[in-house]
C-alpha cells in the first residue's frame, strides 16, 4: 500500500487551537473598538449638547434687566428668574425628575434644551452672585447632564460650567 500525505490528527488539532486563539483575538479587539467608538460617540454628543445649553442659559441672561433677578440659592438651586430688558419674565429651570432644562418666558412659552436621549442631575444648577445693591453681578450654571440607555454612548456623564455676566 502506498503512503498518501496527510496531516495527522495532531497536527489538524494545532491548526484549530491556532485558529481559535487569533479568532478569540480579533473578536476581542473589535470588542474594545466598539465600546471605545460608542463611548467617543457618547461624550462628543454630550459636550455638544453642553455647550449649546449653556450657550443658551448665557444668551438669556445677557438679555436681563441685573436689577430685578430671583435666584435660588444654597444646596439644590435649580432655578433663576429675571425680567428681561423687553419687561417680559423669563425663567430658566433644571428638573431632574423629569430629565428637563427648560426656559419659561412670557413672550415665548416653554422651550426644553434637552432630548429625550439625554438626563439631568439639578443639585446647584445655578449660582447667583449680587453686589451691595442687590445687583446681580456674574451667574454661574453647573451642567451636569448624562446620556440614557438604549443609545450611542449610553452611560456618558459630564458636568460642564458656565458663567454669564447681564449687561446693563
Known sequence: MKNKAAFTLIEILVVVGVLTVLVVSVGGIMGTTF???????????????AVYILAELKRNILYANPRDFTCSSG?????ISFTTKDNATMSLICDDEDDLIYMTSTESGVYDYLENDFLAWCNNFVKCT???????????????????????????????????????
Do not use: H, M, Q, W
Open 130 to 168: 449680587k453686589d451691595d445693591t442687590d445687583k446681580v453681578t456674574k451667574v454661574e450654571f453647573k451642567l451636569n447632564i448624562g446620556i440614557s440607555a438604549n443609545v450611542a454612548g449610553a452611560g456618558s456623564t459630564g458636568v460642564y460650567y458656565g458663567v454669564a455676566v447681564p449687561r446693563e
Open 35 to 49: 465600546k471605545a467608538k460608542n463611548t467617543s460617540e457618547g461624550n462628543e454628543s454630550l459636550s455638544s449638547k
Open 75 to 79: 444646596v439644590g438651586a435649580t432655578g
